[in-house]
């Protein structure tokens, strides 16, 4: 039986894995529009970049754009891999439950 | 479907919605179309001796000065809308700005020079001018498959040929033609089309 691939913990969650597939299509983005974007709030949306900053997925840096705070991130090299790997290990595991199914 | 795998198809699902929702950001950028039209409209005017009073007098200086201000004021009005614009830089407007950076450089690269070295005739100016508007025009309008931007680079190839042919008098009338229709109308258009974009993310969104 051929072994089935695991998915990523730090991608599976659903606003992370959100998260990371919106910062896949731009270069860098804004807290408040990954915030417009996800419907979420501040609070969990912090928490949640928090753990992808720790795993290295993204990349957060601070500026100010006419006397406000930015705060920015984007995807880092590892996020993008890992994503890759995430989509991939899924349609993996969705090929192989229509063939068992 | 079993439940786990309709969870693994809605993540599947997600991401793809996300991935296209980053994608359709927009910047505002179609009032750039227009300033430049309106742009060409001064340097013609001041090269052609419109312009009175002791600055516009300075006929050689009109191309140079008015390209480099535009470029400057651009510059300048793009970085800061796009600082303070909530919406970020997606992978295709990053191509199509390439596309224009480069086409401007490529303009600058060519036709200083001409100017320069006294070899500048003003119908193979024109001509030289409006066949690069035209390639970025196609480029940016294949990119977007968008129609109307790729009948613009037409509009520009066609007046680039004509002004060849026709006299000097004809290539000033297909050159303010072309800008009119490329520029002022077609960068309108763009400005209406934009609105309505961002006034339909904004119900989406709400």
């Given at each position: 039986?051929?072994e089935?691939?695991?998915?990523?913990?730090?991608?599976h969650?659903?606003?992370?894995l959100?998260?990371?597939s919106?910062?896949?299509?731009?270069?860098?983005?804004e807290?408040?529009?990954?915030?417009e974007?996800?419907?979420s709030?501040?609070?969990?949306?912090?928490?949640q970049?928090?753990?992808?900053?720790?795993a290295?997925?993204v990349?957060?840096?601070?500026?100010?754009?006419?006397?406000?705070?930015?705060?920015?991130?984007?995807?880092?090299e590892?996020?993008?891999?890992?994503?890759?790997?995430?989509v991939?290990a899924?349609?993996?595991?969705?090929?192989?439950?229509?063939?068992?199914? | 479907?079993?439940a786990e795998?309709?969870e693994?198809?809605?993540?599947?699902e997600?991401?793809?919605?996300?991935?296209a929702?980053?994608?359709r950001?927009?910047?505002?950028?179609?009032w750039?179309?227009?300033?430049?039209?309106?742009?060409?409209?001064?340097?013609?005017?001041?090269?052609?001796?419109?312009?009175g009073?002791?600055?516009?007098?300075?006929h050689?200086?009109?191309?140079?000065v008015?390209?480099?201000?535009?470029?400057l004021?651009?510059?300048?009005?793009?970085?800061r809308?796009?600082?303070?614009?909530?919406?970020?830089?997606?992978?295709?407007?990053r191509?199509?700005?390439?596309?224009?950076?480069a086409m401007?450089?490529?303009m600058?690269?060519?036709?200083?020079?001409?100017?320069?070295?006294?070899?500048?005739?003003?119908q193979?100016?024109?001509?030289?001018?409006?066949?690069?508007?035209?390639?970025a025009?196609?480029a940016?309008?294949?990119?977007l498959?968008?129609?109307?931007?790729?009948?613009?680079a037409v509009?520009?190839w066609?007046?680039?040929?004509?002004s060849l042919?026709?006299?000097?008098?004809?290539?000033?009338i297909?050159?303010?033609?072309?800008?009119?229709?490329?520029?002022?109308?077609?960068?309108?258009?763009?400005?209406?089309?934009?609105?309505?974009?961002q006034?339909r993310?904004?119900?989406?969104?709400?």
């Amino acid at each position: 039986m051929p072994e089935m691939p695991e998915l990523n913990p730090v991608i599976h969650g659903k606003l992370r894995l959100a998260l990371l597939s919106l910062l896949s299509g731009v270069d860098e983005a804004e807290f408040t529009w990954l915030r417009e974007k996800t419907g979420s709030t501040d609070g969990n949306l912090g928490a949640q970049l928090m753990k992808l900053e720790e795993a290295g997925y993204v990349a957060m840096k601070k500026r100010f754009v006419l006397r406000k705070p930015q705060t920015l991130y984007r995807m880092t090299e590892k996020g993008r891999v890992a994503l890759t790997e995430y989509v991939s290990a899924l349609k993996e595991l969705l090929g192989n439950a229509v063939i068992s199914g | 479907m079993s439940a786990e795998n309709q969870e693994l198809t809605e993540r599947l699902e997600l991401i793809e919605t996300m991935i296209a929702e980053g994608r359709r950001s927009t910047t505002r950028w179609a009032w750039t179309i227009v300033l430049w039209g309106v742009a060409f409209y001064v340097a013609i005017a001041w090269s052609s001796g419109f312009l009175g009073g002791p600055i516009w007098g300075q006929h050689y200086m009109a191309w140079p000065v008015t390209m480099i201000g535009t470029w400057l004021l651009t510059w300048g009005l793009a970085t800061r809308m796009r600082q303070s614009a909530k919406a970020p830089m997606t992978t295709v407007g990053r191509a199509i700005m390439s596309i224009w950076t480069a086409m401007g450089i490529s303009m600058f690269a060519l036709l200083l020079p001409l100017g320069l070295s006294g070899r500048a005739d003003q119908q193979v100016c024109v001509a030289a001018v409006v066949t690069l508007l035209g390639m970025a025009n196609a480029a940016s309008g294949i990119l977007l498959k968008w129609k109307a931007q790729i009948a613009c680079a037409v509009v520009w190839w066609v007046a680039g040929s004509a002004s060849l042919f026709g006299s000097v008098t004809q290539s000033t009338i297909a050159f303010l033609a072309a800008i009119f229709f490329c520029q002022i109308v077609f960068g309108i258009y763009a400005m209406i089309c934009e609105s309505r974009e961002q006034r339909r993310q904004g119900a989406a969104n709400a």
